[in-house]
């Protein structure tokens, strides 16, 4: 009798927990996707946002790209013989204010706007290859990513995922 009573008494709290959530509409937070960081990264380029491209990237990625900036003030001061003095770290800094200045001295015009066509991804885990078109020029892309902390991020460290060991394969428009 006694275990008839708490099994009932289960039930009614999960009736009640179901009516609850169900009522209320609360829905479960969606899983991230790898195509949502590049909506991110697409929407960060074409608003001239380098913070937010750069969150976009994994900590490698972003130290790949302060290193390229830094070999390219190096062979510009060797080409010119004039130095800057400033690093990679330094030009990734100075970007918002950059911005700023092109957009005063060119008021009105617009910054060339990408538009990336997700076509597949392969999942594997927690890396995922993303296949994708930038409509405006017509270049297709193969983008890598990794999860981190339940993000995805752009990463330059990593083999693509090929199709065969892909524990999920998403094509665009049949999600």
Known sequence: ???AN????IYLWLLVLAAITGC????????????DTIEEFEDAINAMDVNSMLDCM?????KSVTVGMDIMMGVAE???????????EDLIAAMPLMQGIVGTQMPGEAYPQVDFQVTR???KGDKATVFLDEANSGESMAINMKKNDGKWQITFH??????????????????
Do not use: K, N
Not at 6 to 9: E, G, L, T, V, W
Not at 58 to 62: G, K
Not at 164 to 172: G, M, N, S, V
């Open 1 to 3: 009798m006694y275990r």
């Open 6 to 9: 708490r099994m009932a008494a």
């Open 24 to 35: 209320s509409g609360w829905t479960p937070e969606p899983e991230p996707l790898p195509e």
């Open 58 to 62: 994994d900590e490698d990625a972003v």
């Open 78 to 88: 060797s080409v010119t013989g004039f130095s800057l003095g400033l690093s990679g």
């Open 121 to 123: 991804t392969y999942i």
């Open 158 to 175: 990593l083999v693509p995922v090929e199709e065969e060991e892909a524990d999920r394969i998403l094509i665009a428009g049949s999600q």
